[in-house]
């Protein structure tokens, strides 16, 4: 289908008339809800629609193929979980609409072409200690949660969605002996779904290692769960600069004043924001969306760092789109939007060979 832009980024409609909006949706939705339930991101987390019957007593309005999907739990790829959040933002769109098919299961799932793999970064291979993997000389990724507050239907890590991380002991055990890393990025799943106190420890024990400069999160909570940005969070986070925060917004959509609030508070700390999207068809995969949305960060304070052409994981093939297609949008950025909306295009290679750039190709 067709692009569909939902009525909430057509007027971009003030923080009083989306709060307005978010609140009908609560009481309609979760009558026995207040307004702090809904400010509190552990109840975001518990009251997660886990089950097509949830999905549906939210969004009555679904389309025969969301339907037909939701019922065929045995084909999905993962999990469901949608936190009521994300869930006020699909029922703002139509059915079928863009932010619906990233988080609403497709029957399409349960098909795996060519060339798709369950591990399609080789992961495992290039797995030094439960849980951390280091592809390149320097720099090592620590998955230090298996859940997310949503679980995106084009994950690459679906093998290990929604299950317990390994206990990092090990992973810091070999990053205390390996001076060569300088760089360690936190990602899972998702490191802010866990408590501040498990994710504090796991910061202090990356810092008290001399040779890991830089620390990395990876999360999604900015666009599916901005309530979990708090400022006990933030006053934690703080303390283990240089910290560097890697959100992933996908959508113009997701663009909410919540998200700004949430991006405002780390920049405030002093947290610098880079943006990570996957390229995905019919969902983003055109110059308008892409231009709105990395302009959309921008004034947010979000640097947009990669646009991902879709890596090859099973059952993916009907949300990839082409690397011909990101590079057109590319060329058309070039002169077309700020220098500083232009992200990197960036294949990560099957099997572990790590991230190579398509793009910006200026030149013809
Ligand atoms: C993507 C990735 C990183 C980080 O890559 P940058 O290009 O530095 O952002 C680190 N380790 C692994 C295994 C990765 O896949």
Same mark, same amino acid.
């Given at each position: 289908?067709?692009?569909?832009?939902?009525?909430?980024?057509?007027?971009?409609?003030?923080?009083?008339?989306?709060?307005?909006?978010?609140?009908?949706?609560?009481?309609?939705?979760?009558?026995?809800?207040?307004?702090?339930?809904?400010?509190?991101? +552990?109840?975001?987390?518990?009251?997660?629609?886990?089950?097509?019957?949830?999905?549906?007593?939210?969004?009555?309005?679904?389309?025969?193929?969301?339907?037909?999907?939701?019922?065929?739990?045995?084909?999905?790829?993962?999990?469901?979980?949608?936190?009521?959040?994300?869930?006020?933002?699909?029922?703002?769109?139509?059915?079928?609409?863009?932010?619906?098919?990233?988080?609403?299961?497709?029957?399409?799932?349960?098909?795996?072409?060519?060339?798709?793999?369950?591990?399609?970064?080789?992961?495992?291979?290039?797995?030094?200690?439960?849980?951390?993997?280091?592809? !390149?000389?320097?720099?090592?990724?620590?998955?230090?949660?298996?859940?997310?507050?949503?679980?995106?239907?084009?994950?690459?890590?679906?093998?290990?969605?929604?299950?317990?991380?390994?206990?990092?002991?090990?992973?810091?055990?070999?990053?205390? &002996?390996?001076?060569?890393?300088?760089?360690?990025?936190?990602?899972?799943?998702?490191?802010?779904?866990?408590?501040?106190? =498990?994710?504090?420890?796991? /910061?202090?024990?990356?810092?008290?290692?001399?040779?890991?400069?830089?620390?990395?999160?990876?999360?999604?909570?900015?666009?599916?769960?901005?309530?979990?940005?708090?400022?006990?969070?933030?006053?934690?986070?703080? &303390?283990? +600069?240089?910290?560097?925060?890697?959100?992933?917004?996908?959508?113009?959509?997701?663009?909410?004043? =919540?998200?700004?609030?949430?991006?405002?508070?780390?920049?405030?700390?002093?947290?610098?924001?880079?943006?990570?999207?996957? /390229?995905?068809?019919?969902?983003?995969?055109?110059?308008?969306?892409?231009?709105?949305?990395?302009? *959309?960060?921008?004034?947010?304070?979000?640097?947009? !760092? !990669?646009?991902?052409?879709?890596? /090859?994981?099973?059952?993916?093939?009907?949300? =990839?789109?082409?690397?011909?297609?990101?590079?057109?949008?590319?060329?058309?950025?070039? *002169?077309?939007?700020?220098?500083?909306?232009?992200?990197?295009?960036?294949?990560?290679?099957? *099997?572990?060979?790590?991230?190579?750039?398509?793009?910006?190709?200026?030149?013809?």
């Amino acid at each position: 289908g067709g692009l569909a832009i939902s009525p909430a980024m057509k007027q971009s409609p003030s923080s009083q008339a989306c709060a307005r909006r978010e609140q009908v949706f609560r009481r309609r939705i979760f009558p026995e809800a207040t307004a702090a339930d809904w400010a509190d991101w +552990r109840w975001q987390l518990r009251r997660r629609a886990r089950t097509a019957a949830a999905v549906a007593c939210a969004l009555p309005e679904l389309s025969a193929r969301e339907r037909l999907a939701l019922a065929k739990a045995k084909v999905w790829r993962m999990p469901l979980g949608i936190t009521p959040y994300a869930l006020f933002l699909l029922s703002l769109e139509p059915p079928d609409g863009p932010l619906r098919r990233t988080l609403l299961p497709d029957a399409r799932e349960g098909r795996v072409v060519q060339g798709e793999l369950r591990d399609p970064l080789g992961e495992k291979a290039h797995e030094v200690a439960p849980g951390l993997i280091r592809s !390149y000389p320097h720099k090592a990724l620590l998955l230090a949660a298996g859940d997310c507050a949503c679980f995106c239907r084009y994950c690459t890590r679906a093998r290990t969605a929604g299950k317990a991380p390994p206990e990092p002991a090990r992973a810091l055990a070999w990053l205390r &002996k390996t001076p060569e890393i300088r760089d360690v990025l936190v990602s899972g799943g998702d490191p802010l779904t866990l408590g501040d106190a =498990r994710l504090e420890r796991l /910061l202090q024990a990356l810092r008290r290692i001399p040779h890991v400069e830089l620390i990395r999160i990876g999360t999604k909570v900015a666009a599916t769960l901005p309530q979990r940005i708090t400022p006990a969070l933030v006053r934690m986070l703080r &303390k283990y +600069r240089p910290l560097w925060l890697s959100l992933h917004f996908t959508h113009p959509a997701e663009l909410t004043p =919540r998200a700004a609030a949430a991006c405002r508070r780390l920049l405030d700390a002093g947290i610098p924001l880079v943006n990570q999207t996957v /390229l995905l068809r019919g969902i983003n995969d055109d110059f308008e969306t892409l231009r709105r949305l990395n302009e *959309g960060l921008l004034t947010l304070g979000v640097k947009p !760092y !990669y646009l991902h052409q879709g890596d /090859l994981a099973a059952g993916t093939a009907h949300l =990839r789109s082409t690397m011909a297609q990101g590079r057109a949008i590319l060329r058309q950025m070039c *002169g077309n939007t700020t220098g500083y909306a232009v992200p990197l295009f960036m294949f990560d290679r099957p *099997g572990g060979g790590g991230k190579v750039p398509l793009g910006p190709a200026w030149a013809r």
